[in-house]
């Protein structure tokens, strides 16, 4: 199969936990995979300000999927390809079932987030994180723009019952990534929005079939573009669900499993 497509996910696949750079090997072999003429490009969770500096340092100038599939934009021209938003009546439906979880209540847009129930030691992180933070004490009233996504965080008992409330309450349903370690984090995107998605529109626009693309991912939000492209790579350090779907499994983030799938399938 003769593939014409990579795409592929950043952190703990592109960029390993705590690292702010693309390894050499992984560059050079992007590189070399653009040079034969592979459409080379990102998806990724992070906005565009926090995915910046990886599209920069790779030299990527095409269309890049952002925020899970909620984004679609050119690097070149910064033109919108495919953007959708949350309804401004979800979010507030949110922030009523939430209510009283004991959870922090984030809505990301184009100045930043606005957060509710920041305790300080995560109003910290979240500031490193993302450096533009507006603390707000009620949503309907200073909600005034157009809202990419809402984060919750907190422990596992309240997020689960929020979540399952969340799932049985909203129509249409929106689109949810689940990620858990020391604190829970439910990410609530626009209905509609995925990786999957965003890809297989990405795929009709370039001409692309499906059989011809490679994705790469590692992580849950990655399963439905792994499932979608012809060849799905998990890394090596993927959760155990996203290994069960994937066609072929690379070596960890840290050994580079990038530049292996591109030497064995690409070059």
């Not at 690292?19 to 990724?44: D, M």
């Not at 926090?50 to 990527?60: Q, R, S, T, W």
């Amino acid at each position: 199969m003769k593939y014409k497509m990579l795409v592929m996910d950043i952190d703990d696949t592109l960029l390993p936990r705590g690292s702010l750079s693309v390894s050499e090997e992984n560059k050079e072999a992007i590189k070399k995979a653009e040079e034969k003429g592979i459409y080379v490009t990102l998806a990724t969770g992070r906005g565009v300000n926090k995915a910046d500096p990886v599209v920069k340092e790779l030299n990527i100038t095409k269309d890049v999927i952002y925020y899970n599939g909620a984004l679609i934009e050119n690097v070149k021209t910064k033109e919108r390809i495919r953007h959708l938003v949350l309804p401004k009546e979800q979010i507030c439906q949110i922030d009523q079932i939430v209510e009283g979880e004991d959870l922090f209540f984030g809505i990301y847009t184009e100045r930043g987030i606005l957060a509710k129930h920041a305790e300080e030691e995560l109003k910290a992180y979240l500031i490193r994180a993302w450096k533009h933070i507006f603390p707000i004490e009620n949503v309907e009233r200073e909600l005034k723009e157009e809202a990419s996504r809402v984060l919750l965080i907190g422990d596992m008992e309240h997020m689960e019952a929020a979540r399952e409330k969340i799932k049985e309450a909203l129509d249409p349903k929106p689109y949810m990534v689940y990620f858990y370690g020391s604190r829970c984090f439910l990410e609530i995107l626009p209905p509609g929005a995925s990786k999957g998605k965003a890809l297989a529109f990405l795929a009709k626009r370039h001409g692309f079939r499906r059989e011809e693309i490679i994705a790469i991912g590692d992580n849950e939000n990655d399963i439905e573009m792994i499932e979608y492209a012809g060849l799905g790579v998990a890394m090596e350090n993927s959760q155990d669900t996203v290994k069960e779907r994937a066609d072929y499994i690379t070596l960890e983030d840290k050994r580079n499993g990038v530049a292996e799938v591109i030497h064995r399938f690409l070059l």
